[in-house]
């Protein structure tokens, strides 16, 4: 069976810096990363979850981990406000300033972002185990302004005409699935 799971942005926005960027470089991660995702679950187990056995968790991890997913996008059109700091010194005579940018993505409210891994396998404990992962994580991904509602989503066994499909919504005929390029290793300096 496939492993799915779909990320909505309520408010309409994604605010999350991609690895290898400053925070102030004014860039947006899109689409969530697998390290992201992967980091988020691990977080998770050791703060919400650590009754979870760590063999399980790291056999989850390690298979979602062993090949780049796929994601079905919504489009986002990148924004971002300016803003000037206070600096330490501060004052009416000295107007000691910081300038910053607060990129991020907005979206359609009612969009999905769809993460599949279409040949991973997870046995039934497994996936009962990241369903409660899934379940406990926090109501952001990326910075914390990014409210997100995150679900897990059931996929058909495997088989020569389902391929593992995903019980979601049928996507419109101009939505995809894409394979990002590069490698889970090269996308999690």
Not at 83 to 95: C, K, N, T, W
């Amino acid at each position: 069976m496939a492993v799915a799971m779909g990320f909505e942005f309520p408010l309409g926005e994604y605010h999350a810096t991609p690895w290898d960027r400053a925070v102030n470089s004014g860039d947006s991660e899109w689409p969530p990363s697998p390290w992201r995702i992967l980091r988020a679950l691990l977080s998770v187990w050791h703060t919400r979850c650590p009754d979870i056995d760590l063999q399980t968790v790291e056999s989850v991890i390690g298979k979602l981990a062993s090949e780049p997913p796929s994601y079905l996008l919504p489009e986002t059109f990148p924004s971002h406000t300016r803003h000037y700091l206070p600096g330490a010194s501060h004052s009416e005579v000295s107007r000691d300033t910081a300038y910053t940018l607060a990129p991020r993505l907005q979206l359609a409210p009612k969009s999905q972002v769809l993460v599949r891994w279409p040949t991973v396998e997870l046995d039934a404990h497994e996936r009962d185990s990241l369903e409660r992962l899934l379940q406990g994580l926090p109501t952001w991904a990326g910075l914390s302004r990014s409210a997100t509602r995150l679900s897990w989503i059931r996929c058909l066994p495997r088989s020569p005409t389902t391929g593992g499909a995903c019980q979601t919504r049928r996507a419109p005929r101009s939505e995809s699935w894409c394979q990002l390029p590069g490698s889970l290793a090269r996308s999690s300096r």
